[in-house]
Nanobody, 115 residues
Framework: QVQLVESGGGLVQPGGSLRLSCAAS????????MGWYRQAPGNQREFVAR???????NYADSVKGRFTISRDNAKNTVYLQMNSLKPEDTAVYYC?????????WGQGTQVTVSS
């Protein structure tokens, strides 16, 4: 059974930083690209960043240069380092495979950027 558990969210002031983690159980991690997605109130879920099993990365234009995705294959964990946070980054952040599998959505972790 696949389980993805996100953590690390919280309340941060504009310009601040957070590091999100996603621990993956099951056998989906090793050979799959993994992604971070987010959903703000009233908006559809959107792509944020992805990383292949080999470490290649891609980012949404809105976060490029501010966010960094990484993975630790030994720990079955993917990370999202978020710097220079803006109020418009406020959302629930989720991890999933890339492309995403609707069966794998977890609870997500709330990120709120506000002064």
């Amino acid at each position: 059974q696949v389980q993805l558990v996100e953590s690390g969210g919280g309340l941060v002031q504009p310009g601040g930083s957070l590091r999100l983690s996603c621990a993956a159980s099951g056998n989906i991690f090793r050979f799959n690209a993994m992604g971070w997605y987010r959903q703000a109130p009233g908006n559809q879920r959107e792509f944020v960043a992805r990383i292949t099993s080999g470490g290649s990365t891609n980012y949404a234009d809105s976060v490029k240069g501010r966010f960094t995705i990484s993975r630790d294959n030994a720990k079955n964990t993917v990370y999202l380092q978020m710097n220079s946070l803006k109020p418009e980054d406020t959302a629930v952040y989720y991890c999933n495979t890339w492309p995403m599998n609707p069966l794998y959505w977890g609870q997500g972790t709330q990120v709120t950027v506000s002064s």
